[in-house]
């Protein structure tokens, strides 16, 4: 298998233009996960999906956020407009399993987002 | 106060040192607790898992989790420059939710 699959890998844009981040999961996991990592504040989760339904958005920031989840094989995150506070490295993951037991996330390579 | 704290480090040893990276929390819910390395400009990748409390160990890596201290280690034996990376702790309880909670990351040099 690919592993997940993210683009682009790098975007560069300017303060109030739309960003879309695109993720492709492996194939069979049931579990998506958006995060987003900073130097000052980690590896934070944005919001994640089971079986294409979104369960936990309480890590999106603001309502210039928002994620979609298609069909079980596509998944976007979007800002709008964006900011350059949203300058980060967002990844996404995908697990097998992730309910009442834990199961491993496989982390895409991520997207390095800058907002100029 | 954060949920679970890491030192930043950065931490930065001599090839063939034994390393220790440790978290502590807060949440006494927690049930599973992992460790995941992230190379520079890479993604995490899980390195040990530990359900409850205990020692696990897997070549030359040992992961502790002392529950009643809320304390967790992973241990790095004739650590290698190839474990440079940046080490992240990660937890949950238990329940129908997948959700992860992170430590901020401990960065991790091994000079050779």
């Known amino acids: 298998d690919a592993g997940v699959i993210q683009s682009p890998r790098h975007e560069v844009t300017e303060m109030g233009q739309e960003v879309t981040l695109r993720c492709k999961p492996i194939?069979?996991?049931?579990?998506l996960f958006w995060y987003r990592q900073t130097m000052m504040r980690g590896l934070e989760l944005l919001i994640y999906?089971?079986?294409?339904?979104?369960?936990?958005d309480s890590g999106m920031p603001e309502d210039r956020f928002s994620a979609k989840m298609p069909n079980a094989s596509f998944s976007t995150l979007k800002i709008q407009p964006s900011e350059p506070r949203d300058s980060a490295v967002y990844f996404c993951?995908?697990?097998?399993?992730?309910?009442?037991?834990?199961?491993?996330?496989?982390f895409g390579p991520g997207t390095r987002l800058t907002v100029l | 106060q954060k949920e679970v704290e890491q030192d930043p480090g950065p931490l930065s040893v001599p090839e063939g040192a034994i390393v220790s990276l440790n978290c502590t929390y807060s949440?006494?819910?927690?049930?599973?607790f992992m460790w995941y390395r992230q190379y520079s400009r890479k993604g995490p990748e899980l390195l040990m898992y530990?359900?409850?409390?205990g020692n696990k160990e897997d070549g030359r890596f040992t992961a502790q989790v002392d529950k009643s201290s809320k304390y967790i280690s992973l241990f790095i034996r004739d650590s290698q420059p190839s474990d440079s990376a940046t080490y992240l702790c990660?937890?949950?309880?238990?329940?129908?939710?997948?959700?992860?909670?992170f430590g901020q990351g401990t960065t991790l040099q091994v000079k050779p």
């Open positions: 993951a995908s697990s097998l399993y992730g309910g009442e037991y834990s199961d491993t996330q496989y």
């Open positions: 194939s069979g996991h049931d579990y």
């Open positions: 999906f089971n079986n294409n339904v979104p369960i936990d």
């Open positions: 949440n006494s819910a927690f049930q599973y």
């Open positions: 530990t359900y409850s409390s």
């Open positions: 990660a937890m949950k309880g238990s329940g129908n939710t997948g959700k992860l909670i």
